[in-house]
């Protein structure tokens, strides 16, 4: 069965410091990835997603970049926090080919300080 | 992307049948209709999928008239752990989609 791996589950940085959260996917082949971010209280806002490996699109201007360095491996990045990167980190996948059932990690609370 | 909208807030007490509508005038020809639901500080969870007429399954029924511009997610029975946020999502099958959340509809359901 497909499982998706989100790690860390809660995270405290100071502002200015850079940020990594990865995201696994296992049980599938060339799914698509999503990250997400929820700020308290709001609706789910679309990140990035990605195709396939090193295809990365992105939503939202920001200081907040993704990779795709393996077919089911997603990383979010940052090089400087801001207090207003502070959320619900939230990764997911689909296949391709069905159409919008897709699976989310536990999540990454994170909290700039 | 055909854009959803829904009520932002609902309230039902136990045991009711809770219905929330969601409105997607532009749906294409492709799009398929998806329902989600979301627990506090968890990622949503699927609950069912539709393309036309009425789709069930053992956590709801799916509602869709003819002309597709709504849908109406349906809960039997309601109980205090149906809390949560549901959101509807449109889109075509196929790699291409982009898997975009609104606001969702957030459902107290009291004793």
């Known amino acids: 069965s497909q499982t998706i791996h989100q790690w860390p589950a809660t995270l405290v940085q100071p502002v200015g410091s850079p940020l990594s959260l990865e995201c696994t996917v296992e049980?599938?082949?060339?799914?698509?990835l999503y990250w997400y971010r929820q700020a308290a209280g709001r609706g789910l806002q679309l990140l990035f997603y990605?195709?396939?490996?090193?295809?990365i699109s992105s939503e939202v201007p920001q200081n907040l970049s993704a990779s795709r360095p393996q077919d089911r491996q997603f990383i979010l990045s940052s090089k400087k926090l801001l207090l207003s990167d502070s959320g619900f980190y939230l990764c997911?996948?689909?296949?391709?080919?069905?159409?919008?059932?897709?699976?989310f990690g536990q999540g990454t609370r994170l909290t700039v300080v | 992307l055909a854009k959803t909208t829904q009520p932002i807030s609902m309230d039902s007490y136990e045991g009711q049948e809770v219905n929330i509508t969601c409105s997607h005038n532009?749906?294409?020809?492709?799009?398929?209709i998806t329902w989600y639901q979301q627990f506090p500080s968890q990622g949503p969870r699927f609950i069912i999928q539709?393309?036309?007429t009425k789709v069930t399954n053992e956590v709801a029924s799916l509602f869709i008239p003819a002309d597709r511009k709504s849908s109406t997610l349906s809960l039997p029975r309601v109980s205090l752990s149906d809390t949560a946020v549901y959101y509807c999502l449109v889109g075509p099958v196929g790699s291409s989609y982009k898997l975009i959340f609104g606001s969702g509809t957030r459902l107290l359901v009291r004793p």
């Open positions: 532009n749906i294409a020809t492709n799009d398929y």
């Open positions: 990605s195709v396939g490996i090193g295809q």
């Open positions: 539709g393309y036309k």
């Open positions: 997911a996948w689909k296949t391709g080919l069905t159409g919008t059932e897709a699976f």
């Open positions: 049980g599938t082949s060339n799914p698509n």
